[in-house]
């Protein structure tokens, strides 16, 4: 942990590890390659990084593979029992060879099994799948991700009428312009994927004698149902656009929580944020929105909570000084397409927390910073930076 209360470790061992330009011309070289495959002490290495090469090069067929397992529902049919390729063709509608080509390259990819008697099996990895909230629907949705990233050379010099903009119009502040099976998309995908992460920050973050909690941008109420199921004795305030609360509201309902929650509609673009809670919390929230939005957004966090209050931050984040695959890569594009917004690092986030006058930020780590990372902070007694954007 450092000074400013940032939990920190050494950067990941490859980051640390760079090759000077000599070595890396040399290792670069046809020759040195064929070498370093046949030499004893080398020969694992080479064979080793080979196969990462290749699974980088051929990453893309491997995740069509598994969006075709999900829009046929293979998995599901596996899940009751092991199946031949000709009983899966017939019940998809494929020929049996394309069927036998599909469910090959899923076991190569370890999500089945193929049996001694030639049926395929579900596997491990391939029923984690079916359990993991949202995640199918994820796969799928990520159609407009792969047309987002079909010339790559495109999309990073401007990333121009990106799909995944328009797929996510609450973020631009149009949800009222939208239509509804368009925002419904939206509102099920959010509340689906939310259930992991409510419950890694549940498991990072104390709650226990917290008595007012509000969720800003909580969209359906996903994050605040779970806190509020976990703890009996507290009371909510979710705070997000009119056209989710409705959605909101019947959850609470169905939850049996609805006279413990108070739904307000609003923008914090346009209106200060209730007061009253003594924590607030911000899920998928940051990464949603530039810089200058941030800072709105966190200044009014912390004009609504009382001294000493808490924030919590809880979203993927990038790994800063030694980057990471699920916070530089996946999100870092997927923010990018959204055409707002951006993945941060801890220390970033942390940055943008202490401009607005939080303090004590630390970082927790969480078991799966692949699905969530959080951050907490208190409000600062400093009452110079408070009010400045109301005015």
């Not at 495959?37 to 080979?50: D, K, Q, Y």
């Not at 709650?207 to 509000?214: E, I, P, Q, R, S």
């Not at 109420?221 to 609360?245: K, Q």
């Amino acid at each position: 942990m450092n000074d400013a209360g940032i939990e920190t470790g050494p950067p990941p061992k490859r980051a640390r590890q760079g090759l000077s330009a000599r070595l890396a011309r040399l290792v670069s070289t046809r020759r040195f390659q064929s070498w370093a495959s046949r030499f004893p002490l080398t020969r694992g290495i080479a064979r080793r990084e080979g196969e990462e090469i290749f699974d980088l090069v051929a990453g893309f067929v491997h995740s069509q593979v598994l969006h075709a397992l999900a829009e046929f529902g293979v998995l599901h049919m596996l899940l009751e029992a092991p199946l031949s390729a000709r009983t899966v063709a017939a019940r998809i509608g494929l020929e049996a060879r394309r069927a036998e080509v599909l469910l090959r390259a899923g076991a190569a990819l370890g999500l089945m099994t193929l049996k001694r008697d030639g049926t395929y099996a579900i596997s491990r990895k391939g029923a984690a799948i079916l359990g993991v909230p949202g995640l199918e629907a994820m796969i799928l949705h990520h159609r407009a991700f792969y047309r987002d990233l079909e010339d790559p050379s495109a999309f990073f010099r401007d990333g121009s009428d990106a799909e995944l903009a328009r797929f996510w119009p609450y973020v631009f502040g149009q949800a009222a312009e939208i239509e509804p099976d368009v925002a419904r998309r939206y509102s099920d995908l959010m509340a689906d994927s939310q259930e992991l992460v409510a419950e890694e920050t549940l498991r990072t973050v104390r709650f226990d004698g917290v008595k007012t909690l509000m969720d800003v941008g909580g969209g359906s109420g996903t994050f605040l149902a779970a806190v509020a199921a976990a703890h009996p004795g507290l009371e909510g305030t979710l705070f997000d656009l009119p056209e989710v609360v409705p959605a909101a509201e019947e959850r609470f309902r169905r939850a049996g929580i609805a006279d413990r929650i108070d739904v307000v509609a609003g923008s914090f673009r346009d209106m200060p944020l209730p007061v009253g809670a003594e924590t607030i919390a911000l899920v998928r929230v940051l990464y949603d929105h530039a810089d200058e939005t941030v800072a709105l957004l966190l200044r009014r966090v912390r004009d609504a909570l009382p001294p000493g209050g808490r924030l919590i931050v809880s979203e993927p984040m990038t790994g800063g000084a030694g980057p990471i695959r699920p916070g530089d890569t996946y999100f870092a594009l997927y923010t990018l397409a959204m055409g707002t917004g951006r993945t941060r690092s801890p220390e970033e986030i942390r940055a943008l927390m202490l401009d607005a006058g939080f303090v004590q930020v630390a970082h927790r780590l969480t078991r799966r910073p692949f699905i969530t990372s959080v951050i907490e902070a208190r409000r600062g007694d400093d009452d110079s930076v408070s009010k400045k954007i109301d005015t």
